[in-house]
């Protein structure tokens, strides 16, 4: 079974540019995360969808930060314009269904803001 | 905002050698995991543990939930260089039974080196 698969793995930008993230969770697997994991941190979650519902944002950065999964299966995380402290890894996870099932995190992108 | 903090932030040893990590806060969680993870990786969950007091072992690996569901352990006994990386504790907010729809909050997590 193939894993969560996260793309770019690497992006490096100046301060004020718009990047975005691509995940493509597990077959199958109705809830999606997206984690910012700073450097020396856990991993703190930004938004959580379930199908192509919004279940938690309460901690997205919703002036610079949105996230999307219209089809509820890809999703897309968008900064816009990023700031030096977005620098961190944004982490995929998903799961079968909510509550405690096993989440299953992506490698991660690694983004560098100078 | 419920906070978990794990102690020690760094630990390093000699393979053969004992080690302990913690993982405490003043709230309570209805269950709670352990992850590792590894350099350009995301996390792997461990383990998860639900009852208080529960106690759970993974090959050299012992893990612990609190009687009061506020804290936990991970011990690894005689750990070899294959240990190294940053291991990581989340808990799901909530009482016995209750959930919160999969939303963790992690710890800072703690950097283990053995070192051959």
């Known amino acids: 079974e193939a894993g969560v698969a996260q793309s770019p793995r690497y992006k490096i930008i100046e301060k004020r540019q718009s990047v975005a993230f691509w995940c493509n969770p597990i077959?199958?697997?109705?809830?999606l995360y997206w984690y910012q994991q700073i450097l020396g941190q856990g991993p703190k979650l930004l938004i959580q969808?379930?199908?192509?519902?919004?279940?938690?944002d309460s901690q997205l950065p919703k002036d610079r930060f949105s996230a999307e999964r219209l089809k509820g299966v890809d999703s897309t995380l968008k900064i816009q314009p990023a700031k030096l402290e977005d620098s961190a890894v944004y982490l995929c996870?998903?799961?079968?269904?909510?509550?405690?099932?096993?989440?299953?995190f992506g490698p991660g992108t690694r983004l560098t803001v100078l | 905002t419920q906070l978990l903090e794990q102690s020690p932030q760094f630990l390093s040893i000699q393979e053969g050698e004992n080690l302990t990590v913690y993982c405490n806060s003043s709230?309570?969680?209805?269950?709670l995991q352990w992850y590792r993870q590894e350099p350009g990786e995301g996390p792997v969950l461990l383990v998860t543990?639900?009852?208080?007091?529960e106690v759970k072992k993974l090959k050299r690996l012992t893990f612990q939930f609190g009687d009061a569901r506020k804290d936990s352990s991970l011990h690894i006994t005689a750990a070899q260089p294959g240990d190294t990386g940053l291991y990581l504790c989340?808990?799901?907010?909530?009482?016995?039974?209750?959930?919160?729809?999969?939303?963790?909050?992690f710890g800072q997590g703690t950097i283990l080196t053995v070192h051959p």
């Open positions: 996870a998903s799961s079968s269904r909510e509550g405690t099932d096993t989440q299953y």
């Open positions: 077959s199958g697997h109705a809830t």
């Open positions: 969808f379930q199908n192509n519902g919004v279940v938690d």
């Open positions: 709230s309570v969680f209805s269950s």
């Open positions: 543990v639900v009852t208080g007091g």
């Open positions: 989340a808990g799901e907010p909530g009482n016995a039974g209750g959930t919160s729809y999969g939303k963790l909050t």
